[in-house]
Every structure is written in C-alpha cells, then in structure tokens.
C-alpha cells in the first residue's frame, strides 16, 4: 500500500501499525496528530515513541499537496487554487465563499476521460489517472488551512465532488476519502456537508448512495439521447432512460432530493421543446433543477442562455411542480465555475 498515512482508513493505518509490532491504539493517536492537531510530521507527536517514529519514518510519510498558485475572483471573492501533487502533477480545486460559509469544489482526477465536449477539463487537458484518497482530502486540509491562516472565514463547511473528473470511475478512493471525511476520529464532517457529482455511469450509482447517503448531483444537461450523446460521449453507453432507472433505485428520505444539473446553452438546450422534454424525463423522480448558465471555454464557444430564456424554461418546470434554482455562476473571472476547470490559474504565485 501507498505510504502516505494520508491514505489509510483508521482501521488500515491499525493493520499497518499492527504489523509494525507495535499496540493498535497508537493508529488512533496518529489520526489525532493528524486531523485534530493539525500536525503532519511524525516527530511533533510527543506522545509517540521514539522507537515508533523510527519506523513510521522508514515505513510512512504524510504528504499534502502544495498550493502553488490562487486567483482570487473580483466578482464573488471566491479563490481558486492550482496545486501539485508529490508526483508534480496539477489539480485544481474552488473555495466559494457565500454568505459566510466556505464551499469546497475538489477534483478527483488529473484531467477526465468522459470528454463532454463543453467541459474545459474534458477538452483541453489531456487524462492523466485517478487522484488518490491523500491528494483528495489533501486538497481540503491543505485549503482549509490555508484559509485559517489568512483569516478567510473559518472551516470549510461544505466539500462538493465536482471539480476536474469523474468521481464514480473513481470509486475506491472516493470511497476512502468519504470515511476519513465523515470519520469521528478524522475530519468528522457531516454526511450532509458532502456532495458527488456525476456524468451518470452504468453501474454502482444507486448502490453506492445507498450505502453512504451523501448527496448527489447529476449532470443531465441534454434531455434527449440524441443531443445528449453528441455532448455527453457517456451518454451512448448510459442513455437517458438507463440513468433515470439507477436513479429511482436511490432511497430518499422526506427531505431529501437528487440535484439534477442543467447547463443553460443559447438556443441548444433552452427552448421549451427541451423543458418538455426534460420534465417528463423526470417524471417520479425527487429532484431539484438547478440551472446553470454555460460558461463559454475555448473548445466549445456557444453562448449562456439569456436571462429571459432561462426564466422562461425556469417558469415552465416550476408551472409542473419541478423545484428549480438557478445558479449564478461563480468565478467565470478565475474560469472557476462548472466545467471550466483546465489548469489556466493566472493567479498570485505561491511558489518561493
Ligand atoms: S463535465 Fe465532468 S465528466 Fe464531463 S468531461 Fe468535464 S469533468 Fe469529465
């Protein structure tokens, strides 16, 4: 297994400490060290022995990304950060500072190999592979701490999946990273405070929900096969209708709703045709529309949707009784918002 302790669940990092003959309970310590004291060298941990850091030393290490650049948006403040792995690879991620609370948009792979064709991750950067669990909640502890330092607001509240890649091909690790998020003994989030995001795949979606009951967004966009494929290359392996099917063997309590997410593109997806189309898509299904208007990228430059026809296709779902938002795009300044994400962080260097 990796050696970055960044990577282990509590019970992985017992294994290991377990097999380094030393007592499990100095794993939970580790974790202590880590996630409550913010402490990421073994030789601060006073309660450790000597004798112990000498192994983890030679046996592990705690590696964060590094922050590499900001580019603070003039428009919401919002501040997007370019970083590099250990393996000198760039990711980026989006701190969104709203009314006092800071939402954290991290990426899961170093570029995508979904490809949609309005997507500058999908378009312009090559897919290089799946980001690890340490580079994923790397990115929150590295921010947030970034963030205290600076006195930008305090914690990160809310940690959304849906930066640069497609989550559920990347299964394993965001698996992992949700246990050391959520986990009492690490970063002790809430289940509420997480969302995945997601293309639709052919398998595991509902399952996986299910099981961790955090909150999803879908990336519908087009509602029929035909323009969705064209857009979506995903699309012709999970057409609509198969999407829609895993979607309505997700068990929702009360309150709870799946986030459909529509880009509003001028004149290619915002008549009413396409508002038609898209309700009875969504027939029996618990669902919140929330309209995005398309920011432009340099491979696909069509327009956002006017004000006037993203109220009109706004207006129609709410005359059927679809609940509807509709986001005001963030950062289109730092080429922060949906689908922008493609390493052009023109920021602040923080590199010495
Ligand atoms: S929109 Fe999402 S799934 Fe599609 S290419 Fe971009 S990052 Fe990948």
């Known amino acids: ?14 294994t290991k400490i377990t097999k380094l003959n030393e007592k499990k309970f100095r794993a939970q310590q580790i974790f202590d060290w880590i996630y409550k004291k913010n402490i990421f060298d073994f030789e601060y941990m006073s309660n450790i022995p000597k004798s112990l850091i000498d192994k983890l030393n030679i046996e592990l290490d705690i590696t964060l990304p590094k922050i590499i650049k900001i580019n603070t948006s003039k428009i919401d403040k919002s501040i997007k950060f370019l970083l590099e792995t250990k393996d000198k690879n760039l990711i980026e991620s989006l701190a969104i500072l709203e009314n006092k609370r800071v939402t954290l948009c991290i990426s899961c792979m170093i570029g995508c190999p979904l490809k949609c064709k309005f997507c500058a991750t999908g378009t312009e950067l090559k897919f290089k592979r799946n980001l690890d669990a340490s580079e994923i909640i790397g990115q929150y502890i590295t ?5 205290k330092e600076k006195n930008i607001f305090g914690n990160i509240n809310n940690v959304v999946f849906m930066g ?9 690790n965001i698996e992992k990273s949700i246990e050391i998020f959520t986990h009492k003994k690490a970063l002790d989030l809430s289940k509420k405070k997480l969302v995945i995001s997601t293309s639709g795949v052919d398998k595991g979606l509902s399952d996986f929900i299910n099981k961790f009951k955090i909150k999803l967004a879908v990336s519908i966009h087009f509602p029929t096969n035909e323009q969705r494929s064209q857009f979506m290359p995903i699309n012709k392996k999970v057409p609509l209708e198969k999407l829609i099917t895993e979607l309505k063997k997700i068990d929702l309590k009360k309150r709870e709703y799946i986030t459909i997410e529509y880009l509003m593109i001028e004149k290619i997806n915002d008549t009413l045709f396409h508002a038609e189309k898209l309700k009875s ?3 029996g299904l618990k669902v919140k529309v929330n309209l995005i208007p398309y920011n432009p990228t340099k491979m696909f430059f069509a327009k956002p949707s006017s004000e006037k026809r993203i109220n009109k296709f706004a207006n129609y779902l709410l005359s059927k009784s679809i609940f509807v938002t509709v986001r005001r795009s963030k950062s289109k300044d730092v080429t922060g918002a949906c689908g922008q994400f ?5 920021g602040v260097s923080l590199l010495k």
Do not use: D, H, S
Not at 143 to 147: E, R, T
Not at 164 to 169: A, C, I, T
Not at 342 to 346: D, I, T, V
């Open 143 to 147: 921010i947030n701490n970034f963030l």
């Open 281 to 283: 898509l969504l027939k």
């Open 1 to 14: 297994m990796e050696k970055n302790v960044l990577n282990f669940t509590l019970k992985q990092l017992e």
């Open 342 to 346: 493609a390493l052009k962080n023109n």
């Open 164 to 172: 640069m890649g497609e989550p559920f091909l990347n299964l394993n």
